[in-house]
């Protein structure tokens, strides 16, 4: 944790969030640090660490981790993510604000609002557009840069109590939006009671979070971190919102984070429901997303997950070969600390975020370096931690390749490339 007091407190579920029913760890990732907790040397020994344990609830069906931090130690003034630092997701998200725009938006004065608007990313575009728009965020910092660029954005956690406020002063909202968001509020009751609050009657809730049947499918088990409290799919997303006079009436899969859902949500009988929905629902039924077994094999596809890794990084190792990793994401904190990934096995990671460079990797301390440190100097191997932007960044780096170099993944499988 940077900046903020530290918050030793945090809150152990032994019921399911969303519905109450007694729910138990499946597994442990073990003693985890906070994932976008970027610290200096002087940090190390007042460093957070939790239990990361994944549980599944047997009776909702809604996936999620039993320990968390408390959330002001996680989205303070100084959290170091922004969203504007990938090419690909500021593609993604106009492409999303223009979809919103032309098949979902009514034409009297609209009102969008977007919880966790982060540095306005999606939102700028309809501030662009000219339509009457409303961010929620509660990092200050990250709000301020959405601000510095005309996007209107209010410091908060969006609640019912905000969602009052929001009415009071602007309306009911056409469109509620949001991306990789709500995956992050554990009292998504509160969130489901505001939306419910806030929408006009035939508003809609569009947003998009890592997909559980992709984590099944891939092992991406490292979408499973502090900030992450859910990982939704179809069913759990119907159950969350339909307990608060809501519906899903669309799903549509996305490529984002590796494999994404985006959930369509109205109030109940004002919208068609799409047969992307019963789709999903199958597809969700077929995978086993609803049952004890599925998750218990989950668990057996991440230790061979971890332990192939480990091979491949202790052999590297052993070889005495230089290995870089590439993109400090969140999700690479998982992976270093249960696997037991360290700075002998990882020189430096590579990361373009100014917030993050000259800084060490939470938990593993592995140096965090300007892109340049990977260009000007490149190793034998490059341990693709931002494996979700693979496309964009295999793109780009062909000279890597030319000289020599090796990319090693570990989603959906570990292996090098080429
Ligand atoms: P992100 O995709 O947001 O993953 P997470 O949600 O797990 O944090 O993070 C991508 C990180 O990788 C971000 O810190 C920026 C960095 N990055 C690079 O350093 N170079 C690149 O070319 C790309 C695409 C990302």
Redesign the pocket.
């Known amino acids: 944790m940077i900046g903020a007091p530290m918050i030793k407190v945090a809150n152990i579920m032994t019921n399911c969030r969303i519905c109450g029913n007694k729910i138990d760890k499946f597994m442990t990732f073990g003693r985890m640090p906070l994932a976008n907790g970027f610290l200096t040397e002087a940090q190390f020994k007042d460093e957070y660490f939790f239990e990361l344990a994944p549980a599944f609830c047997e009776s909702c069906h809604t996936f999620q981790i039993v320990d968390q931090p408390a959330p002001e130690a996680m989205f303070h003034g100084e959290y170091a993510?922004f969203s504007q630092?990938?090419?690909?997701?500021a593609v993604h998200f106009e492409a999303f604000a223009k979809d919103t725009m032309a098949r979902r938006l009514g034409p009297q004065d609209p009102f969008v609002v977007e919880l966790g608007s982060n540095d306005g990313i999606m939102l700028r575009h309809f501030a662009k557009a000219g339509i009457r728009h409303l961010g929620i965020e509660p990092s200050a910092n990250v709000a301020e840069a959405a601000r510095a660029q005309g996007v209107n954005t209010r410091c908060a956690f969006f609640g019912a109590e905000t969602a009052r406020e929001i009415m009071a002063e602007h309306g009911q909202a056409d469109i509620i939006q949001a991306a990789n968001v709500m995956c992050h509020i554990p009292d998504l009751k509160s969130v489901a009671e505001g939306v419910a609050l806030l929408l006009k009657p035939d508003g809609l809730l569009i947003f998009e979070d890592p997909y559980l049947g992709d984590v099944i499918r891939k092992t991406s088990y490292d979408q499973i971190y502090d900030e992450h409290v859910y990982v939704f799919s179809a069913m759990s997303v119907a159950r969350i919102f339909g307990a608060h006079g809501l519906e899903l009436v669309a799903v549509e899969p996305q490529k984002t984070?590796g494999g994404s859902m985006r959930y369509v949500v109205g109030r109940k009988g004002r919208h068609a429901v799409e047969a992307s929905v019963a789709a999903a629902l199958a597809d969700e039924k077929a995978l086993g997303l609803d049952r004890p077994e599925t998750y218990d094999q989950f668990r057996r596809d991440c230790e061979a997950s971890r332990d192939g890794l480990m091979a491949a990084l202790n052999d590297l190792a052993a070889q005495g070969k230089r290995v870089v990793g590439?993109?400090?994401?969140?999700?690479?904190t998982t992976v270093t600390q249960y696997c037991g990934i360290t700075p002998r096995h990882v020189e430096f990671i590579?990361?373009?975020?100014p917030t993050?460079q000259g800084k060490c990797s939470p938990g593993a301390h592995i140096p965090v370096k300007p892109?340049d440190a990977f260009a000007s100097n490149y190793p034998d191997v490059a341990l693709l931690f931002?494996w979700?932007?693979a496309e964009?960044?295999f793109a780009?780096e062909d000279g890597f390749r030319a000289a020599g170099g090796r990319w090693l993944v570990y989603v959906p499988e570990v292996k090098f490339i080429p």
């Open positions: 993510f630092t990938s090419r690909s997701m984070h590439y993109g400090a994401t969140s999700k690479s590579s990361d373009t975020t993050k892109y931002a979700n932007h964009e960044i780009k």
